[in-house]
């Protein structure tokens, strides 16, 4: 693990006078930090709408209470018997209108059969 070290104003003067004579180190290093600057901005920006995001399901929590587990679909019932599904309401299994649609190019076979 790499220790930091704490920077003391003579350290500041010696980068100062090492920038100035190595001048071609002075624009990438202007630029990383500049692109430091844009990614922290985009942490601490992230990081605000977890944080709120978070405090707002936890005041609805506390509000309307946790969530409650539900019965899944296709589970049986207490005899063991799984409950069937339908389509629609009233609506035996396979008789909506998809069942029976097909696409436009077979909708027009079907009709230039039936001129026959």
């Known amino acids: 693990m790499a220790a930091y070290q ?3 104003a003579a350290d500041k003067r010696q980068l100062s006078d090492f920038l100035i004579r ?3 180190f ?3 290093i202007v ?3 500049e692109q430091s600057e844009l990614a922290i901005e985009q942490v601490i920006d992230v990081t ?3 944080c ?3 405090l707002l399901e936890m005041s609805a929590m506390e509000v309307a209470g946790g969530k409650s587990p539900g019965k899944a679909s296709g589970d049986p019932d207490e005899s063991g018997a799984v409950p069937a599904r339908r389509d ?3 609506r035996p299994q396979g008789a909506g209108p998809s069942r029976r649609a ?3 190019a077979q909708n027009r076979r079907r009709g230039s059969r039936s001129r026959l």
């Open 22 to 24: 190595e001048g071609q």
């Open 26 to 28: 002075l624009i990438p």
């Open 102 to 104: 097909g696409t436009a």
């Open 6 to 8: 704490v920077v003391t």
């Open 88 to 90: 629609a309401p009233g």
């Open 52 to 54: 709120i995001e978070a």
């Open 31 to 33: 630029k990383l930090i």
């Open 48 to 50: 605000g709408r977890a």
